[in-house]
């Protein structure tokens, strides 16, 4: 069974950082792409990066560019998202999702971890 | 970037009605690129249609898609308790991969 867990959210200031995990099971991870995805409270799905199965194609929405860093480590079975300079519109429950590569949708997702950015 | 426009914003039916979500992009892109997901209440999106028209593995045949070019349509042809829910269009063919707001499908 395919399972993605989060890990790694919480309350946070403005101006402030923190790390997301996503472990993954289930499937050969090394093999997929991965991204990130938030949904902000009450709000629609937002793409916010993606990393190919080697970590040689990285790509970002404009609103984390320069903010937000992603990164994998396929011997953990592991995707990392380091965010700093976190503002009050990064707060947003963040999923992880894979996908199979180019021209694939994101077929499975995690339950997500929580960001709450305030004072 | 696609800007993907779903209708209508709520939809109110009953179960055993038929359920037709409209998905319309800002510009032209391949139909294999077009996904379709549902959402519950506290819970991850899950993939319910793929390249317009291909069901995702256990997803029911009472869920259906069709479209191509900027019109994308997902119908569910007989409503189940258990499918009311937001639904999500997602464009996977350019970055930044975007989706549309979301329509809900409530009793």
């Known amino acids: 069974e395919v399972q993605l867990m989060e890990?790694?959210?919480?309350?946070?200031?403005p101006g402030g950082s923190l790390r997301l995990s996503c472990t993954a099971s289930g499937f050969t991870?090394?093999?997929y792409a991965m991204h990130w995805v938030r949904q902000a409270p009450g709000k629609g799905?937002?793409?916010?990066?993606?990393?190919?199965w080697g970590s040689g194609d990285i790509i970002y929405a404009d609103s984390v560019k320069g903010r937000f860093t992603i990164s994998r480590?396929?011997?953990k079975n592991s995707l990392y998202l380091q965010m700093s300079s976190?503002?009050?519109e990064d707060t947003a429950l963040y999923y992880c999702a894979s996908r199979r590569g180019s021209g694939w949708p994101f077929d499975y997702w995690g339950q997500g971890t929580l960001v709450t950015v305030s004072s | 970037e696609i800007v993907l426009t779903q209708s209508p914003g709520t939809l109110s039916l009953s179960p055993g009605e038929r359920a037709t979500l409209s998905c319309r992009a800002s510009q032209s892109f391949s139909s294999s690129s077009l996904g379709w997901y549902q959402q519950k209440p506290g819970?991850?999106?899950r993939l319910l249609i793929y390249g317009a028209s291909s069901r995702a593995t256990g997803i029911p045949d009472r869920f259906s898609g069709s479209g191509?070019?900027?019109d994308f349509t997902l119908t569910i042809s007989r409503l189940e308790p258990e499918d009311f829910?937001?639904?999500?269009?997602q464009q996977y063919e350019s970055s930044p991969w975007t989706f549309g707001q979301g329509t809900k499908v409530e009793i």
């Open chain 1, 7 to 13: 890990s790694g959210g919480g309350l946070v200031q």
């Open chain 1, 29 to 31: 991870f090394g093999d």
């Open chain 1, 45 to 52: 799905l937002e793409w916010v990066s993606g990393i190919s």
């Open chain 1, 73 to 75: 480590d396929n011997a």
């Open chain 1, 86 to 88: 976190l503002r009050a």
């Open chain 2, 43 to 45: 819970q991850a999106p």
């Open chain 2, 68 to 70: 191509s070019g900027t």
């Open chain 2, 85 to 89: 829910a937001v639904y999500y269009c």
